[in-house]
Structure formats: structure tokens, C-alpha cells
């Protein structure tokens, strides 16, 4: 049977150093009962930013998407609500609909890898992902991780024409915008070498 995982599993999986570490990961991945909005901890966030392109670009719903958090979140959304909106404000940003998209590994993997929303910034059309402030030190994003996540989405199966625009990772915590280059070919094999670990884990759990 085909492994279906999002990305965010992903990374978390490659994030861990040790094999011990990995183990108990996907133990806990193989024992949960699957997805549950309550575990999904920027549900909202998330959920206001893929409103924007059907509301005319009103930023106002990520201020909405604060109020209906718990107040032990509202911190955290609050700075990446901010954040947002200030990289929106710096640039001239327009948004449009993206589609869904899923990276195979031999039919034995695959990783839901949808962008989060499309922005034409400055001219230019971006597929954007989006990664709003996390607080565990193993799933924040430096450059060898974004490098791994731009590969992977540039080697996705789309529904939608990827051709007219460049994927794109956006970190919303210390924000900074990562645009994808030609992918190279060691990168490419990195990332197939992750996905064959994580396989080979899934199969020995």
C-alpha cells in the first residue's frame, strides 16, 4: 500500500538526527487515527490565507483567524499574522488560486505538497508555500530544509500549469522569501534518499 503523508510530516521525519528518534516518530504517525482539526495547530491561519484570493487580497480575515484561536495561540498567531502582512505591505502582492499538488516516490510514497496560495509579486507569478512561526526548534526552517522542500515541490504532479510561475517558500517567522532555482541533480537524489529512509522506517516500525 501506497504511504500518503503531507509535507510537514516530511520534514519533521528528515528533521530528526537519530534513528531512535525516527522510530518513535513514525510509531506515533502509524498509531494516530489519522488527520483532526483540534492537532492542527495553524488550521486557521492557514484557512484565512487560502480565503484571500476570493476577497479582493482583504487581509483583515488573518485578524479574523486570530480571534477564533484559543487564547494559549493567540500570541503565536498574532506574530505570524503580523509578519504576514508586513512582507504583503512591503510588496506590491496580488493573489490568485493555485491548485493541489503531490510529489510520488516509486508509488510507494507520496506527500501531499499543494501550495498555500498564489501571489504575483511585482509582475512575477509565484506558487507559495507557506510556513507561518513554529516553536520546536527540529521543525524551523534554515536553508538546507527550503532547498529540500523547493526540489521536492518543483518534481510534484500538478493540476494546475506550473510552467507560468516559479514555486516559492515563504517563512513567515523571521520572514524571508525563498524563490526555487534550476534544480540540481545532487539535490534531487538527496531528497529520494530521504524519502527512500522514510519508506524503509514506515516498513520496519
Same mark, same amino acid.
Given at each position: 500500500?501506497?504511504?500518503?503523508?503531507?509535507?510537514?510530516?516530511?520534514?519533521?521525519?528528515?528533521?530528526?538526527?537519530?534513528?531512535?528518534?525516527?522510530?518513535?516518530?513514525?510509531?506515533?504517525?502509524?498509531?494516530?487515527?489519522?488527520?483532526?482539526?483540534?492537532?492542527?495547530?495553524?488550521?486557521?491561519?492557514?484557512?484565512?490565507?487560502?480565503?484571500?484570493?476570493?476577497?479582493?487580497?482583504?487581509?483583515?480575515?488573518?485578524?479574523?483567524?486570530?480571534?477564533?484561536?484559543?487564547?494559549?495561540?493567540?500570541?503565536?498567531? !498574532?506574530? #505570524?499574522?503580523?509578519?504576514?502582512?508586513?512582507? =504583503?505591505?512591503?510588496?506590491?502582492?496580488?493573489?490568485? $488560486? +493555485?491548485? *493541489?499538488?503531490?510529489?510520488?516516490?516509486?508509488?510507494?510514497?507520496?506527500?501531499?505538497?499543494?501550495?498555500?496560495?498564489?501571489?504575483?509579486?511585482?509582475?512575477?507569478?509565484?506558487?507559495?508555500?507557506?510556513?507561518?512561526?513554529?516553536?520546536?526548534?527540529?521543525?524551523?526552517?534554515?536553508?538546507?530544509?527550503?532547498?529540500?522542500?523547493?526540489?521536492?515541490?518543483?518534481?510534484?504532479?500538478?493540476?494546475?500549469? !506550473?510552467? #507560468?510561475?516559479?514555486?516559492?517558500?515563504?517563512? =513567515?517567522?523571521?520572514?524571508?522569501?525563498?524563490?526555487? $532555482? +534550476?534544480? *540540481?541533480?545532487?539535490?534531487?537524489?538527496?531528497?529520494?534518499?530521504?524519502?527512500?529512509?522514510?519508506?524503509?522506517?514506515?516498513?520496519?516500525?
Amino acid at each position: 500500500m501506497t504511504i500518503q503523508i503531507s509535507l510537514t510530516q516530511f520534514l519533521t521525519f528528515k528533521a530528526f538526527v537519530s534513528t531512535n528518534a525516527k522510530y518513535n516518530y513514525i510509531l506515533k504517525q502509524k498509531n494516530n487515527d489519522g488527520y483532526h482539526p483540534s492537532h492542527d495547530y495553524w488550521k486557521n491561519f492557514r484557512e484565512a490565507i487560502h480565503r484571500l484570493p476570493y476577497n479582493n487580497g482583504d487581509l483583515t480575515v488573518l485578524y479574523d483567524a486570530v480571534d477564533m484561536v484559543k487564547p494559549e495561540k493567540k500570541a503565536n498567531y !498574532t506574530k #505570524s499574522v503580523n509578519n504576514f502582512i508586513n512582507f =504583503v505591505s512591503d510588496n506590491d502582492v496580488t493573489f490568485f $488560486e +493555485v491548485g *493541489k499538488a503531490k510529489w510520488n516516490f516509486e508509488n510507494e510514497l507520496v506527500i501531499n505538497a499543494s501550495p498555500d496560495i498564489g501571489m504575483i509579486i511585482d509582475g512575477k507569478k509565484y506558487f507559495v508555500k507557506v510556513f507561518p512561526n513554529v516553536q520546536q526548534k527540529k521543525s524551523r526552517l534554515d536553508s538546507r530544509s527550503v532547498k529540500s522542500i523547493l526540489t521536492l515541490l518543483q518534481e510534484t504532479n500538478a493540476n494546475f500549469n !506550473t510552467s #507560468s510561475g516559479t514555486f516559492a517558500v515563504l517563512r =513567515v517567522n523571521s520572514p524571508r522569501f525563498f524563490k526555487a $532555482e +534550476v534544480i *540540481k541533480e545532487r539535490d534531487s537524489k538527496l531528497l529520494k534518499i530521504d524519502a527512500a529512509n522514510f519508506v524503509n522506517c514506515w516498513e520496519a516500525v
